[in-house]
């Protein structure tokens, strides 16, 4: 690749023109960009996260469109629709299925709430990638406080849990730039997903473990990304017991894992975490 000369450099693979949208399925992209180092100004071929606008249509109807990596939908429409408290058993799901031309995710349900036309009235603009949307993040009626037993764990074992999570993502060593999440018994990591938003990674993660009929309850939930009101309203709504994340929690994080009886644990990295609320799960010794 010859090192740029002049002003006329154009990123001619245009990373996120209408043509990659016709199928884009691949997980990421290339990029023609212009590399700095020192002095020395160089165009090479890099590569991106992919990110599409994907419609979920519920029964026949558009619902919300979501910014994401389009990698495991049908998990991530599942996912965002059991945090949401409009899906709660397998056999209510009549059809789920991709369609590669808008791209959308097709699901039909039988059993819905009676109420939940008036749950998606109100939306609020959320703190995650690319200003998400949820519906139901301040309802507390779908919410519900964890009293799981037996979910201990020494801080060796999240160390060595870190580790392996650090590690596994291949898409984030590649690009830098997706989110991950996984579900742990405390001893192995039984899940991964990831994605260009970590709401949409944790619902990936949520939806792959409810389609492969595995409960999340007395699980272990990691993230790579910070964790505001969102994240922990899916992990007290999926009945988690305990939530690691390398990243930051924000206030409203802490009060919800406080009142809704969920080990919160920040800033896991190394040796070092902040345990926030609820540490008689973790083992000292």
Known sequence: MPKHSGPGYQNSLAPCSAAWYIPAVDAKREALILKISGSDVEGVIDEVATELPVRLVLNGEPLVTLLCTPTELKELAVGFLLSEGILRDKAAIRKLEVSGSD?????????????????????????????????????????????????????????????????????????????????????????????????????????????????????????????????????????????????????MAVSYAEDNGITLVGFARGDRMNIYTWPDRIRMT
Request: hydrophobic share 40%.
């Open 103 to 251: 791209p959308a995710v097709l699901i039909e349900l039988a059993d819905m709430p009676a109420d939940w036309e008036k749950m998606f009235e109100k939306k609020t603009i959320s703190s995650g990638c690319g200003k998400g949307i949820t519906f139901t993040s301040y309802r507390t009626d779908l919410d519900r406080r964890n009293e799981a037993k037996g979910s201990s764990m020494s801080l060796n074992d999240i160390r060595i849990l870190l580790r392996t999570f650090r590690n596994i993502s291949a898409l984030y060593l590649e690009t830098g730039g997706v989110h991950s999440a996984a579900l742990s018994d405390g001893k192995d990591i039984l899940f991964f997903s990831e994605d260009i938003g970590r709401h949409n990674a944790v619902d990936k993660l949520i939806g792959k473990a409810f389609l492969q009929e595995v409960s999340v309850e007395n699980k272990i939930l990691l993230t790579s990304g910070r964790v505001t009101s969102e994240i922990m309203t899916k992990a007290g709504r999926n009945n988690f017991p305990i939530l690691i994340s390398r990243a930051a929690p924000s206030c």
